[in-house]
């Protein structure tokens, strides 16, 4: 099977909800996923859920776990760097049929690494290999990059009336 680049991108919400979709349609096929989680520690429960698909779906966190308003921490830097690593060896490793950098758009766009980084591991992907890339902000490079490029648009969201996150449905 030829393996694709997918990137889920823009302000509406749902990038994060297709891609652990399609790490799941993916298991259900027998295929073999790893998802990497930049910006993201702790327990959420998409985490949980996927537990229950550990044969297949393996899910790391590259994450301090807190928002970064301006100037990532070195110690941010260096938990993206060595995330990507990490994903890169687990690519050419060849253990996994598809492999989610989920939100390596926003972690390229407040520097917890070079976009030259993302667009190299886009280029030495293995043709069997299917990656998807999720977060807003994607660069107009990935996106050229990529064989399929959705935009999540956001018409209207609840937040805006003061709901904040809620356990099982966005968090």
Request: no cysteine; charged share 30%; proline share 4%.
């Amino acid at each position: 099977m030829k393996g694709y680049i997918q990137v889920y991108t823009g302000n509406g919400k749902g990038k994060t909800t297709a891609a652990i979709g399609l790490s799941v349609r993916a298991a259900g096929a027998g295929l073999k996923v790893f998802i990497g989680q930049f910006i993201k520690m702790g327990d959420y429960s998409e985490i949980k859920a996927l537990e229950r698909f550990s044969d297949l779906i393996t899910v790391k966190q590259f994450g301090k776990g807190r928002f970064i308003k301006n100037k990532p921490s070195p110690e941010d830097i260096q938990s993206a760097s060595d995330g990507l690593k990490e994903i890169e060896k687990r690519i050419k490793d060849g253990e996994f049929d598809v492999v989610i950098l989920e939100e390596g758009n926003v972690a390229v766009s407040l520097g917890l690494f070079p976009e030259k980084d993302l667009l190299d591991l886009m280029d030495t992907k293995p043709p069997q290999v299917e990656l998807v890339i999720t977060g807003r902000g994607a660069l107009p490079s990935v996106i050229e990059k990529a064989d399929l490029v959705t935009e999540m648009l956001e018409i209207k969201h609840y937040y805006n009336k003061g709901v904040v996150a809620r356990v099982g449905i966005e968090k």
